[in-house]
């Protein structure tokens, strides 16, 4: 029996290897937390691992994983790599649904989900596995139960994450992705990534389940670290290398603000002199969240502070102004500003303010807003605006610094891509709320008023 055990053992051993994960590879399938993430720099083996991530239970006959792309165009290659890995295992492909059927019963299905309305395609089915790839290329468009940036599509899906009750399968949520691209902010923020793009893990508030990041580097690729693809990303511009080939979460390719130095253009809250000029910026909203910035400028340096921030949704006019005049207390100013110019559209909040729009109620309240100007260009101005502040003067800080109490602002201003249509501006796809108040504040059009007194011949 030994020896015909030990025969067997030869046979096993003396299949062909189809495929053999390095290191991280192994690391980020063997993970055992709900949701793991495996991103970093390009070339680093990360779509093997979303492609096998899906075999993780394929020997359950009740194993469904479902891998997902922005757009099915996008999908083409990972279906390819996919026919040389599950055609040797005795799988089946059905083009019409982009499924693989294992010999177990086991299925593995690609799709895609681009305009908002393709998740509810998915309305109604389970799956015992779900992988992103790429998943910053879904903007943040949406909120998690903690009211936390994040994208709807992600968040719907969790819902179709769920298996028949002693099937003995895992509920895994599996991604990939390199930094930059829409969702770079929102991924960044629920994984607890640090700039340097370190690992890290985070334990989920209400549910309790875990989500952590492995970085991917194109060294821990043993196929292509030391070869001439690696020394072509060494030859990038450096924003570019430092994410694609380094694997970093605070510059990346694509960036609008890539003058953004978080050392160069933050600091702690202090107390605003008393002589600085002061003033408000906001971008309302009440689904989306509302961004009410505090400025203030130091004009012996010509440098704007940014020294206070809001940024809350489902705040009713009456609350936000109540919220804005309580944080202007403590400046012990009585301050004005510039919000968006859709908060005066008349939508017909009630007559006992004398007219029916959110701004006309706040500045019954007492906030002073005034409009902000959004002629043509005026974007494009707001960008170039910001440009102009972020560069550095020869004290080695920014003509903008911001607090780092405003932590929506500090999140999202690095996290900007530009527009596909448009290469002056920002894609309409990111978080902006906190930027476009920004922008408010930055162009708002100083208006003085001087006594002076005429005297008549």
């Not at 305009?115 to 468009?141: C, H, N, V």
Request: charge should be neutral; aromatic fraction near 10%; glycine fraction near 10%.
């Amino acid at each position: 029996m030994l020896a015909q055990s030990q025969n067997n053992k030869r046979i096993r051993d003396a299949r062909p290897v189809l495929w053999q994960p390095a290191e991280k590879q192994r690391e980020f399938l063997a993970c055992a937390a709900r949701e793991v993430l495996f991103a970093g720099s390009v070339g680093s083996g990360k779509t093997d691992a979303i492609v096998m991530a899906g075999l993780s239970q394929a020997e359950n006959p009740k194993h469904r994983a479902l891998i997902l792309r922005r757009t099915f165009p996008m999908l083409r290659d990972m279906i390819a790599r996919s026919h040389e890995l599950f055609l040797p295992l005795g799988a089946t492909f059905n083009k019409g649904t982009s499924q693989w059927t294992f010999p177990s019963g086991a299925i593995l299905e690609f799709g895609f989900l681009d305009a908002d309305e393709d998740k509810f395609r998915y309305m109604g089915r389970q799956f015992s596995m779900i992988g992103w790839d790429e998943l910053t290329s879904w903007p943040g468009d949406g909120t998690d139960a903690q009211g936390h940036p994040v994208s709807s599509a992600y968040v719907y899906m969790l819902s179709r994450l769920r298996a028949v009750e002693g099937s003995g399968l895992r509920l895994e949520i599996r991604a990939t992705c390199t930094p930059g691209g829409v969702g770079h902010s929102w991924v960044k923020a629920r994984f607890g990534i640090g700039d340097e793009g370190g690992p890290s893990q985070v334990i989920d508030p209400q549910t309790r389940f875990r989500r952590v990041f492995i970085p991917a580097r194109i060294s821990d690729n043993p196929y292509l670290a030391n070869t001439e693809y690696e020394r072509q990303l060494e030859a990038l511009p450096e924003a570019t290398r430092k994410a694609l080939l380094h694997g970093r979460w605070d510059v990346y390719e694509g960036a609008v603000f890539s003058e953004w130095d978080h050392n160069r253009h933050t600091c702690e809250s202090f107390e605003v002199p008393e002589d600085w000029e002061m003033w408000r910026g906001c971008d309302d909203g009440y689904a989306a969240p509302a961004c009410v910035l505090w400025f203030a400028f130091d004009d012996v340096q010509d440098r704007i502070f940014v020294v206070d921030e809001l940024y809350e949704r489902g705040l009713g006019p009456e609350e936000l102004a109540l919220a804005v005049l309580e944080k202007d207390k403590r400046f012990g100013r009585d301050l004005g500003g510039v919000i968006d110019s859709a908060a005066f559209a008349e939508i017909g909040l009630g007559a006992r303010y004398g007219k029916g729009s959110r701004g006309h109620i706040m500045n019954s309240l007492g906030c002073r807003w005034k409009a902000a100007e959004k002629g043509a260009g005026s974007r494009v101005h707001g960008v170039s605006a910001i440009h102009q502040r972020l560069a550095v003067r020869k004290d080695g800080y920014g003509g903008l610094v911001i607090c780092r109490r405003a932590r929506n602002l500090i999140r999202t201003l690095p996290s900007l891509v530009y527009s596909r249509t448009n290469p002056e501006d920002i894609d309409e796809c990111c978080e902006q709320h906190a930027v476009d108040a920004l922008r408010y504040g930055l162009t708002r059009r100083r208006t003085e008023f001087r006594l002076v007194k005429v005297y008549g011949l």
